[in-house]
């Protein structure tokens, strides 16, 4: 069986970005595969964060992974913290990465320029830790949306570098990105894409948001002069409203525009925020359940991070006997 693995920060709920770009597509591959997800926590602290908010973020997070399809039974499902093995492997791997290389990555560029109070190591050597987090599995098939896809590439880079140095070991994992839905744009500007970060609020639709903020959000949408909802270039706003609509209820292009024929985008924008807000109804009433029963949380992310050791420590060994440790026993 191929072996998945995924991984999402825990800053705050999930955007509607990572969860059509992502998190909705990881649970169906739980049927088929050997999965592997976490709340890449390590990741997160290259931005500064508030202790006991990151603490509960970090738990909201699991709970929300777990609401929104991930099995604890079916999958391994931790915390990236509590697996020692990735930032191991991490040091290692870094050793096979070259300044130039991180120095190219685009979320480095725009993070370091959003942050330049704070540009710290981890931030910059962050790919690394992610390398790491994805080869520690020998991971065959990476889950993402469309900004991760540098990223993975640098990982596949870095494992070639380091088979080529002390012989074939790593595989090369392949980047799985949906064809719909892998970058949800701005609501307030549909070039940019819609994140987590962004000043306005009405940008971004948050999965917690109730259905009234959902629909609020939506008929604010920016959109174009035009007044038919079709599939165009130069309307990036209605494109991106048909993208996410056509990812919740399943219709094509061609269905919206004949349904929505000889309507105006107020119409439009209302279904599309009713579908979105219905679409997410059962991932909040499971996750209020969740957050409601720690114990049994902690039992899951307790055993996920113990079968999650198991796999990565013969990585880590094997890897640092290649590298020419001594080995410890
Ligand atoms: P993160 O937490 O920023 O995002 C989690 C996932 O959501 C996707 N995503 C989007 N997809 C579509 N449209 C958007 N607007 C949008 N915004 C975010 C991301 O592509 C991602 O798949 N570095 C990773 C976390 C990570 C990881 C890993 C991922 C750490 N280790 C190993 C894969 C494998 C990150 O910060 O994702």
Redesign the pocket.
Known sequence: KKLI?????P?GTF?L??Y????KNWGPLQEEFNCVYAV?DL?SITVTQEPAKLRQNSLQAYALLIACGMDPKKSVLFF?SHNCNHPELSWVLGCSTQFGELQRMTQFKDKSAKHADNINAGLFT?PV??AA??LAYNADL???????KQ??ELARNIAQRFNQRYGDFFKLPEPYIPKM?????SLQDPTK???KSDENPNACILILDDKDTIIRKFKRAVTDSDTEVRYAEGKDGINNLMTIYSVVTGKTFEDIEKDFAGKGYGDFKMAVGEAVADHLEPVRTEFARLMNDKAYLKECYTAGAEKARIITQRTVSKVYHKVGFVDPK
């Open positions: 693995l995924s991984m999402i920060q800053t955007t970005g990572n059509l770009g992502a998190v890449a990741h990236q962050y830790l992610m987090d994805i990476v889950p993402i949306g469309a900004d991760q990223h993975l839905g892998a970058k949800v744009m894409k819609m994140s």
